[in-house]
């Protein structure tokens, strides 16, 4: 039989598991790990299929401005963890998938609801420019 004190024990580590629970950010987007995802001809379809809201960059590796862009896309990736699905694809390596959005200048972002394509971003934006689209995208 348990005393008071192995009671008491118990109760708080229970305590202390729920405040934890409580405390961990609300996943809304299960696929959204905080990293910046590769994808290809093969996995674009089945893995936009699976996400609720998801930005897409179309690059090339030979492209300054994609280069660029990188960094401001890993750090909203990690900024957006649990709700926005971030993934990229290279053009020249990918050119069903390129062809099926008309993607013809690099980079192109492509936002995603529900798996369907919702809007193009051309060009090389800054990090707030791309973090008031996803505002949009995660209030509709």
């Known amino acids: 039989m348990l ?5 008491e024990e118990i109760r708080r580590r229970k305590m202390q598991l729920m405040m934890e629970r409580a405390a961990q950010p609300k996943v809304d987007e299960p696929m959204a790990k905080g990293t910046l995802n590769i994808l290809t001809d093969a996995t674009f379809w089945p893995t936009l299929q699976q996400t609720k809201t998801a930005l897409v960059e179309f690059f090339g590796e030979w492209c300054q401005p994609c280069k660029m862009l990188a960094p401001i896309l890993a750090t909203l990736a990690s900024d957006y963890t649990g709700k926005v699905f971030f993934g990229k694809i290279d053009i020249d390596r990918n050119r069903r998938t390129t062809a099926q959005f008309g993607v013809q200048s690099v980079p192109m972002v492509i936002g995603f609801k529900d798996g369907k394509p919702v ?14 689209v996803i505002e949009r ?3 509709n």
């Open 137 to 139: 995208l995660l209030q």
């Open 3 to 7: 005393n008071d004190d192995e009671l």
């Open 119 to 132: 809007g193009k971003i051309p060009g090389l934006r800054s990090y707030e420019d791309y973090d008031k």
